[in-house]
């Protein structure tokens, strides 16, 4: 890997390569596309566990119905985009990753923080989110840009 130190942190250099960048959008889409499939999939056994709770305390259980697709999500977040790989199944399938640019891993917090900001951006700004990528540096999104973050191939 090559690597250049600036203010006593190591700056990974593949960020500087404009190829680390290509068809980063489309393969965010698709990995998004993959990952939704994946959290939903995920959600049927804990659907199935809410339900017993539920018989099990009389319907109040049940409530967790309301929570259950964000809880799973957010768990899946932590445990993929937060791990060592930096990228979720998706992001891994399509071959990206999300970097820091300060050089620092992403954490499960930053990851849960990156995901809620996309999805609250898409509430408040929808087109805005993706529209951002057209006129960013690295193809970033409003949510990269908050936090100082980019996602970049892994191939290159």
Do not use: C
Not at 10 to 22: G, K, S
Not at 26 to 33: E, P
Not at 40 to 52: E, R
Not at 74 to 98: E, H, V
């Amino acid at each position: 890997m090559n690597a250049r130190v600036l203010d006593g942190g190591i700056i990974n250099t593949r960020l500087d390569d404009v190829r680390a960048f290509e068809g980063v959008r489309t393969r965010r889409i698709l990995a998004f596309l993959l990952d939704y499939l994946i959290v939903g999939l995920l959600s049927i056994p804990v659907a199935i566990l809410v339900f017993f709770l539920g018989l099990l305390t009389l319907g109040l259980g049940w409530m967790l119905f309301g929570v259950l697709v964000p809880a799973v999500a957010i768990l899946y977040i932590w445990n993929t985009l937060g791990s060592t790989d930096q990228a979720t199944t998706g992001m891994k399938m399509m071959g990206i990753r999300l970097d820091r640019l300060d050089g620092r891993p992403i954490d499960g917090l930053t990851a849960v923080v990156h995901s809620v900001l996309f999805w609250a951006g898409n509430v408040i700004l929808s087109p805005l989110v993706l529209l951002v990528t057209l006129f960013s540096d690295r193809k970033r999104t409003l949510h990269d840009l908050l936090l100082g973050t980019v996602v970049s191939r892994t191939d290159r």
